[in-house]
């Protein structure tokens, strides 16, 4: 079952920043709190990639090509993640998506519409 609403793509130029959220409008509090989330995207013609990730105390990790670029954050009262991009670069244009992720790791729920990201001058 999708669970999550990601919001907030469009089209930027090179360098440019966007900040994409993802709500939980089916979930309780009690639920979305304790989640794991994380951001993934995919670009046309490859595979989801896992690009940020924030625990329940909000510690968070970053993929490689991301890091000090994006900034991963949520709202539990709110049952909002953020992700927060800077110097976007045009190898970003993809959709961007949101899920909860197991222990190990894994998205947990049905995937969402995502949210289209297009970095283009």
């Known amino acids: 079952q999708v669970q999550f609403v990601e919001s907030g793509g469009g089209l930027v130029q090179p360098g440019g920043s966007l900040r994409l959220s993802c709500r939980g409008p089916?979930?309780?509090?009690?639920?979305?709190?304790?989640?794991?989330m994380g951001w993934y995207r995919q670009v046309s013609g490859k595979g989801r990639e896992l690009v940020a990730s924030?625990?329940?105390?909000?510690?968070?990790n970053y993929g490689d090509s991301v890091k000090g670029r994006f900034t991963i954050s949520r709202d539990n009262s709110r049952k909002t993640v953020y992700l927060q991009m800077s110097d976007l670069q045009p190898e970003e244009t993809a959709v961007y998506y949101c899920?909860?992720?197991?222990?190990?790791?894994?998205?947990?729920?049905?995937w969402g519409q995502g949210t289209q990201v297009t970095v283009s001058s």
């Open positions: 899920n909860a992720l197991s222990a190990t790791r894994q998205p947990t729920y049905d």
């Open positions: 089916r979930m309780i509090t009690s639920v979305f709190n304790p989640l794991l």
């Open positions: 924030i625990t329940p105390d909000r510690f968070t």
